[in-house]
C-alpha cells in the first residue's frame, strides 16, 4: 500500500539564487504531493482496525477530498466526503468534486455554519452515529498520523545538502513532519512556512503537532494576498512566468504564493549564501495547465 514514485528535483534561478525544487507533486500518479503522506499512515490505520469506509471534510474544490476519492478507490475503501455549502447541493459539480463521486465518494452537502463545528465532539459523534463503519479523517487529513507521513517527505540526503526548507502550509501538518524530520536527523535546518490563511494562531497549532522544540523555523501569514483563495493578476502572471522559465506547475493558493513570498524575501536580501530547498506539495488538481 502506497508505494511513492521516484521523487524528481528540478534547480532554477530566483532573484538570482538557485533554488532547487523538490517536485513531491510528483510522488503519485493520483494521490499527489503532501497529500501521499498524510494519507498513507491513516488508510493502513484504517485497514487494521477492520474499518471499510474513509470519511473526511473539505470544500468544494479540495486537493484533500480530491486525494482521498483517489487513495480510496484505489487501496479498497468505500469513501464519504462532508462537503462545505450546502447551497452547492442544487448546483452542477464542479470538476474536483465530479471525480470524487466517478470513484465511488458519497458527497453530503452540509451547511457552512455546520461545517464550522465539524471538529467539535458532538458533531462527530453524530457522525458515528450515522456512519458507523467510518474511519475519519480531519480536514486537510492532519492528524498525527498525517505528520508521521510527512516525516518521510525529507530525506537524509535533504537535512544535509540544504540550509533553508521552504514550503506551503494549509492545516500545518507538512510543516510539522518536515521539522520532525529535522528533530530526528539533529539538523539544524531553518525551515520557512508560507501560510495560505491570515491567521495569527496557526503557530500555535502546529507546535503541537512537533514532537519536540524545535526553534528555527518561521511562519508568515497570508499578509500580501489577503487569506485563503485570495489572488490577482500579478500572482498568476508570476506563476505562468515560473512555469515557462523552469517548467514548473504552480498554483495560487498555495504553491504559488509560497515562491512568491519566498522570491520577495529574497530580494529583500534574505537567505545569502544559502543552500534553498523548495518542497513542491502539489495541489495542482483544480487548475488547468
Known sequence: MFKPNPIPYQTFTLA????????????????????????????????????????????????HIFAVAHACN?????????????????????????TAQSL??????????????KHTSE???????????AYIIPEGGTNQLAVKGCSEILSKEDTQNFDVIV???????????????CISDNSNQQVIGFSALNSDYQADDINKLISNNYHNWQLYKDDVFGGYGKYNDELLAFIEGIKQQASIPLEPIYTGKAMYRL????????FKSKRILFIHTGGLQAFEY
Open 74 to 98: 484505489a487501496y479498497g475503501f468505500d469513501s464519504i466526503g462532508i462537503i462545505r455549502g450546502q447551497e452547492l447541493a442544487s448546483k452542477s459539480l464542479n470538476p474536483t468534486l465530479q
Open 104 to 117: 465511488g465518494m458519497k458527497l453530503e452537502f452540509i451547511s457552512r455554519s455546520d461545517y464550522r463545528n
Open 263 to 270: 522570491q520577495q524575501l529574497l530580494k529583500q536580501g534574505e
Open 16 to 63: 538570482n539564487t538557485t533554488i532547487t525544487v523538490k517536485r513531491v507533486d510528483r510522488v503519485h500518479t493520483t494521490i499527489s504531493g503532501n497529500k501521499f503522506y498524510k494519507l498513507k499512515y491513516n488508510l493502513m490505520q484504517a485497514k487494521q482496525q477492520g474499518f471499510n469506509q474513509i470519511l473526511s471534510f473539505g470544500g468544494a474544490y479540495s486537493n
Open 123 to 133: 458533531f462527530l459523534a453524530q457522525l458515528k452515529v450515522q456512519y458507523p463503519n
Open 167 to 181: 514550503l506551503a502550509v494549509g492545516t500545518g501538518g507538512t510543516i510539522a513532519g518536515i521539522m520532525n524530520t
